[in-house]
């Protein structure tokens, strides 16, 4: 059941022209900071946001004139809904695309943009796939897995055979592995065009057994591969490693930054692995960034958060005394030392400030964890004593 | 003095396998916002995020020996310094960079990163360009303006030559004008390739003659072009407009949450004047995205502020009861009515709120305008009038 090489060629043919080439781009600054040369693909840019149309359309565009007019069903909340959408439209079928009710607004809007008929079920993912599969039962439609299909896996394997050609140097190529579909698609093409290669999967900490349960890598939030791709994966794969929503949360910030690039946490975990020191060697490495849709509003936690971590976000608590002109000194002081001052909260009740003195949190913008420590040191020195929260 | 074709023409030439050819997208949900077909030039994902090194390579790449032992000079707060420093790497000459002791760390750091030396002096630009004319003065060393100059200007319009061969429906190319280096090659070279384009510049609001005198959009926070582009966009450009920082904002979450594409202020005006209507017609249009430098801490604000402007966040403060329990009361019924809260502030004292009730801002996300509306009454109706903040 397992695509052959032929199959993803198969793949590649149809999806020229309805899949975008991704580019690939070598980042001086991350490859710096890894300490190897790290090449991204940035499937990011894809159609949808995500590599998932490259599966959906391969799957999608070999159904009969029959199948596509009972129309196609997804279960999902995420990146293959909106895939299965838009690679329906394509050919001219109907889609309807099960989702958990609490699915962020953004990728509801966009899976109803690319013409599908939406159906909000229960809040858990086993809701919608219940309620998929009831009305394929009921109305003959065909159910597009996200992962558990030959099709689907040769689709995302194309990404395997675009990376042969484009990037001569890579030694290692680094895939994010959730129900592992990407991971065994591209897996798959590699060893077959490039026997050499190292090929490590990377997966969320957050989804494996002991772990929480939960992580922002939502893409990748399955608790294990499918059978078909656990099978495969088993045989292609050199190793798995994992990876933190902390270490996620840090790579999704410095690929934002360094190369400009929105990525979900999903697509950040190959970065955060290199990161991490978890992928052996100082050969030069590839790393897919699965996707880029994120919600703007998770964006914005995700990258205060990373730039917590990283120094860069400094907020403390300290007291001023409680008369005119005292909290503008403190203010006046910050601003000769040039300290960017980001918000200021005056309280003048609470329970740990002397009567007379008003409690003070303020959020400053740092370098990095030393420059945290001289401004700590600095309000020290100036007679306002700070806690760091 | 202004370059020609040829000119721009050998520009491409040494560029090549320097500088990245940015690739072109057709974003079809900005196309739908937008009401004509929107392409996207994104020359944010140039080397050192921004176009600036096009210019810079092709005038530091035709120094003699001599002048690059040397070496080069500039005066930046941003995208020129990084790209001399880095366009002087490359052909082996050494830079010095002067700026205003306010520039954003991130930008000073990448551009010591490029091996450039760095000298920071008063806050402002005059400053940093005074001091950088005393160097050159005392050293002999090149002084690499970024935008007076025939070469920086061709190497910019080699932007314009790829263009002409990417995209063969644009009708309408928008460019962002600032000092006007960009504006002038890219449109000298469309002029010269495809005679028959419609070209517009575009400004920020806050730079014009009345204006604030500040925008977010840094990289063209230029009072005016300079004498030689002024004389080149007077001839070739066909309108010139202005947006506001409030429209740059909402472009830049846009072109982020719709493209996965990181621009900053500078980059996202030729898409702000589209969603603004202020470029004639409904042909398919292009928009130079020219860079992505923008600081991840800013950039959180912009964020922030985009999402209010479009109803994407709801900040209201209202009151309850002074009782314990009644705060979990209100965040209950937004829980049931699936509203999503991002912020609680609960203060006890305050001017306006009566003894016995506690005045309490939230924060919560929201789809839209009508969604934010909904929310307001649907606060009303539980007993809770908020006011909006």
């Given amino acids: 059941m397992e695509p052959s090489l032929p199959e993803i060629e198969e793949a590649r043919a149809r999806l020229a022209g309805v899949a975008r080439v991704t580019p690939v781009y070598r980042s001086e600054t991350l490859s710096q900071l890894v300490g190897r040369e790290l090449h991204l693909k940035a499937e990011n840019l894809q159609r949808t946001g995500s590599f998932k149309i490259r599966g959906a359309y391969n799957r999608i565009s070999q159904l009969s004139k029959r199948e596509r007019a009972a129309g196609v069903v997804a279960a999902s909340a995420g990146n293959h809904g909106q895939a299965v959408a838009w690679a329906a439209r394509e050919v001219g079928a109907r889609a309807r695309i099960f989702m958990p009710q609490d699915a962020p607004m953004a990728k509801v809007e966009a899976t109803r943009s690319y013409g599908a008929e939406i159906e909000l079920t229960g809040p858990a993912l086993e809701e919608a796939l219940d309620a998929a599969r009831a009305h394929v039962a009921e109305t003959g439609a065909t159910f597009v897995h996200p992962f558990e299909d030959p099709l689907v896996i040769a689709g995302q394997g ?82 798995v490693v ?79 005394g409680d008369r005119p002109g005292q909290l503008a000194r403190l203010l006046t002081l910050l601003g000769e030392a040039r300290v960017n001052v980001v918000e200021v909260n005056h309280r003048r009740e609470s329970a740990d400030v002397p009567v007379g003195e008003t409690g003070v949190e303020l959020t400053l913008l740092t370098r990095d964890r030393a420059h945290c420590d001289e401004i700590l040191a600095q309000l020290e020195r100036w007679g306002y004593p700070a806690r760091e929260l």
Same sequence: chains 1, 2.
Avoid: C, W
């Fill in 158 to 239: 194309t990404i395997g055979l675009e990376i042969a050609e484009q990037v001569d140097e890579a030694e290692t190529v680094v895939i994010p592995v959730g129900g592992g579909g990407l991971a065994s698609g591209v897996a798959l093409a590699l060893r077959a065009v490039r026997p050499g290669l190292r090929i490590v999967g990377v997966r969320a900490a957050g989804t494996l057994p002991g772990g929480s349960g939960f992580t922002i890598a939502d893409g990748i939030a399955v608790k294990q591969p499918g059978e078909l791709t656990s099978a495969i994966l088993e045989r292609v794969l050199d190793d």
């Fill in 242 to 320: 994992a990876v933190t929503d902390e270490e996620i949360s840090e790579a999704m910030v410095l690929v934002l930054e360094r190369t400009k690039l929105v990525v979900e946490g999903a697509a950040a975990v190959g970065v955060a692995a290199m990161l991490a020191g978890r992928i052996d060697g100082a050969s030069p490495a590839l790393a897919i960034l699965s996707g880029g849709n994120i919600d703007a509003t998770l964006l914005i936690s995700v990258m205060r958060h990373g730039l917590s971590i990283a120094g860069r976000y400094l907020v403390v608590r300290t007291r001023v």
